[in-house]
Nanobody
Framework: QVQLVESGGGLVEPGGSLRLSCTTS???????MGWYRQAPRRPRELVAS???????AYEDSVKGRFTISRDIAKNTVYLQMNSLVPEDTAVYYC?????????WGQGTQVTVSS
């Protein structure tokens, strides 16, 4: 059974860093995976992705600040977030690309505020 468990969020000041983790099932970890986020009153958006060949891509607003990676041995996808700004405040989720709607996890809240 597939599970997606996100962790690592929290409250951070502008300019700070966080590393999010997404633990998933062995059958998914090598797939085309992504980190999504949903801010209040906004649709969920894909912010970072990693293909099965480890090619990465980023939404324009996070380029140069966020880095997606994965550790297959740990069945975990990471999102390193640096130079955080208030606009990064959202609930962050991981899922396949494109997402499998029945498998959304609970997400992890990231709040950037002074």
């Amino acid at each position: 059974q597939v599970q997606l468990v996100e962790s690592g969020g929290g409250l951070v000041e502008p300019g700070g860093s966080l590393r999010l983790s997404c633990t998933t099932s062995a059958i998914w970890i090598s797939n085309y995976m992504g980190w999504y986020r949903q801010a209040p009153r906004r649709p969920r958006e894909l912010v970072a992705s990693i293909t099965n060949r480890n090619n990465t891509a980023y939404e324009d607003s996070v380029k140069g600040r966020f880095t997606i990676s994965r550790d297959i041995a740990k069945n975990t996808v990471y999102l390193q977030m640096n130079s955080l700004v208030p606009e990064d405040t959202a609930v962050y989720y991981c899922n396949k690309v494109p997402p499998q709607s029945q498998y959304w996890g609970q997400g992890t809240q990231v709040t950037v505020s002074s």
